[in-house]
Structures are given as C-alpha cells and as structure tokens.
C-alpha cells in the first residue's frame, strides 16, 4: 500500500464534499433530533461495510461490468432518493420548542421508531447508492499494492474512509443540533425543508442519470 497520507486526503474530501448524505443528516437530525442523527451515522457506517464486504468478496468489479445489475442499483438508488425528497418537501414543519417538549414526554417507543427509519434510510441510501461502488473499483485499487495481501489492504482504506466519515458527520450532528435553537422560526423551517427536500430529489436524478 503506498501514499496513504494522499488516500487520506482524498478520502477526507470524498466524505466533506456534501451529498445525499449529508442532506439526510440534516433532515433526520433537526427532524428528530441528535440521536436519530446518529443513528443515520450508524447507518451510512453499516452500508459502507456492507460494500466493503461485497468488494473482498469480489463482487463489486461483477456488478460495475454487469449493466443490468449496476443499472437496478443505480435506478433504486435514484428512486429511494427522489422519494425522500418528496417526502421532506411535503412534510407538516420540522420542529418547534413546543413539540420537542412534547416529544421528550412521549414513550420511548416513539423515538425509537423514530431512530430505526432514521437507521434504514441511511442504510438503503448507502446500499443503493452506485456511487459507492465507483469508489471501490475506482479510487481503492490505485492505492494497492498487488504484491501484497489485497483484501487486507482493502480493509484498511475501507475502514479508513468509514472511520471519517463516521467521525465528520458525527461532527455535523453536534453543529446540526446546536445550531437548532436558533431555528425555531417557522418560515426558516419551512424554507429550508423544502429546500432539503429539492435538493435530495436533484441527487436522486443526478444518480439516475
């Protein structure tokens, strides 16, 4: 394995650059607060391993040469996308001081459904991301050395790359609920959830295309 620093960097700007990720963070976060934002951490964390387990095992240079199996991903991917957007564009206010009051009297079963679908929507966006992919049989293998064990070295920029992403929007998260309290305005919700909404439904056809 060489230039791992350059790796790092890359990878580091991969994951900073903002994405459907990142938007989906924002929406489950200021939706349902910190902890449904981590959970969609969890997540990304868990479809990123998914797809690290799929390259050991070889089957992600299959799917990106086989058209059927890469284009189902990258319509599903795209489709999943769009319909979150929709979602959030049409969906009743984010949030106000008053029903995070409510909320935290409410049973714990309403957070933790909450935190599952937070779960899940990061884990299919992940899985059904074709992007992901790319990054596998694109980036990685540039920085492998074929004399050496390849699946331990792709392990190791695999769980590179999991580990900043993690840590970054684990970071957002923090900024995301901070940042909340000066939120409480309905118009400001109301604008920037329509916006979030737009905007996952444009990397929805942008992954379509």
């Given at each position: ?70 284009s ?112 409480n ?16 439904v ?8």
């Open positions: 394995m060489y230039s791992l620093l350059t790796y790092i960097s890359i990878a580091a700007m991969m994951v900073i650059i903002p994405g459907a990720d990142t938007m989906l963070l924002v929406k489950n976060t200021l939706s349902y607060g910190p902890k449904a934002g981590r959970y969609t951490v969890l997540g990304m964390a868990t479809g990123l391993s998914f797809w690290t387990l799929i390259a050991i095992l070889g089957l992600s240079v299959v799917i990106a040469k086989s058209v059927i199996l890469f189902t991903i990258k319509y599903l991917g795209a489709a999943y996308l769009i319909y979150l957007g929709i979602k959030s564009f049409f969906a009743k206010s984010l949030f106000s001081l008053e029903e995070i009051r409510a909320q935290a009297n409410k049973p714990m079963e309403y957070s933790n459904r909450h935190n599952k679908n937070s779960f899940i929507q990061a884990l299919l966006s992940n899985i059904l991301n074709p992007k992901t992919v790319l990054v596998y049989i694109t980036i990685m293998p540039q920085f492998i050395n074929l004399k050496e064990n390849v699946d331990q070295q792709l392990i190791v920029l695999a769980l590179i790359l999991t580990v900043l992403a993690v840590l970054w929007f684990l970071f957002l998260v923090y900024l995301i609920d901070y940042a909340k309290r000066w939120l305005n309905t118009k400001y919700q109301k604008a920037f959830q329509k916006s979030t909404g737009l905007v996952l444009a990397f929805g056809i942008k992954t379509g295309i």
